[in-house]
């Protein structure tokens, strides 16, 4: 019996490639898509796994759905006389009808009944037009930042005004505020008054009393010389009479 084609279809079809610099962690897509009425099991694997970290690197796909894998290629020094020999395998088969132990499935998979496809690795160096590019784009933010500044200065008037409303509300609450207390330091000012009148009539009451007396008294101490009088007159005439006599 032939080995089965494989009833996935892979973007990209046999390579995979991968743009540097590589000194850091370099990420490539790959989709496979599932074009049958079928359910289908996949796994990814690499001649170098310890170069290489993908995800997902198993799965199913239903029918008529596509999945998307990330391949991502580890930091290394690149050399550029070195030819890649890394190499990637996606293995697949349909899936039964209750598929519950992944593992299980793989290990005991008939070897006709699996299909695969390969893809090999490219390695590839900025070109001297992305690198012209790169100087484009480098040149070219400068003047994306210098744009967004003057928006940003556009936008500054309107804030401006924003606050120029909020204190001219700001004095209003001020101007309010102030004739309110105006308003209680003049009810006070009043309350102080009436406190003070209060205290006061008891006063004008007593002065009042006092000066009465004091009158009382003026008037009764020009009676008293007057009573002097008259008794001394009458002891004088006493004295004369007896003398005459």
């Known amino acids: 019996m032939s080995k089965l084609d494989q009833i996935l279809i892979l973007d990209p079809p046999s390579d995979l490639k991968f743009k540097g610099p590589f000194t850091d962690v370099v990420t490539t897509s790959l989709k496979l898509k599932n074009p049958s009425d079928r359910k289908v099991c996949f796994k990814v694997k690499t001649t170098a796994p310890r170069r290489y970290c993908v995800r997902p690197n198993s799965g199913v796909i239903d029918p008529g759905a596509?999945?998307?894998i990330s391949v991502m290629l580890q930091p290394f020094d690149y050399d550029p006389n070195e030819k890649s020999k890394h190499k990637f395998m996606v293995q697949t088969i349909f899936a039964p009808g209750n598929v519950s132990d992944m593992d299980s499935l793989w290990k005991d998979?008939?070897?006709?009944?699996?299909?695969?496809?390969?893809?090999?690795?490219?390695?590839?160096l900025p070109s001297e037009n992305d690198k012209v590019n790169d100087v484009e784009a480098t040149k070219a933010a400068p003047v994306m930042n210098s744009a967004k500044a003057d928006s940003s200065a556009a936008t500054v008037p309107v804030t401006a005004t924003m606050d120029d409303s909020e204190m001219k509300k700001m004095l209003e609450k001020c101007k309010r505020m102030q004739t309110e207390m105006n308003k209680l330091a003049d009810e006070n000012r009043h309350l102080k008054d009436d406190g003070v009148r209060m205290r006061k009539v008891p006063?004008?009451?007593?002065?009042?009393?006092?000066?009465?007396s004091l009158l009382g008294r003026e008037a009764g101490t020009p009676?008293?010389?007057s009573l002097l009088v008259v008794i001394a007159a009458i002891f004088?005439?006493?004295f004369l009479g007896k003398f005459i006599l």
């Open 223 to 225: 009676s008293l010389p």
């Open 109 to 124: 998979a008939k070897p006709d009944d699996l299909m695969d496809s390969k893809l090999r690795c490219v390695f590839e």
């Open 236 to 238: 004088i005439g006493f």
């Open 66 to 68: 596509t999945v998307g």
């Open 203 to 212: 006063r004008q009451d007593h002065m009042t009393s006092n000066s009465t």
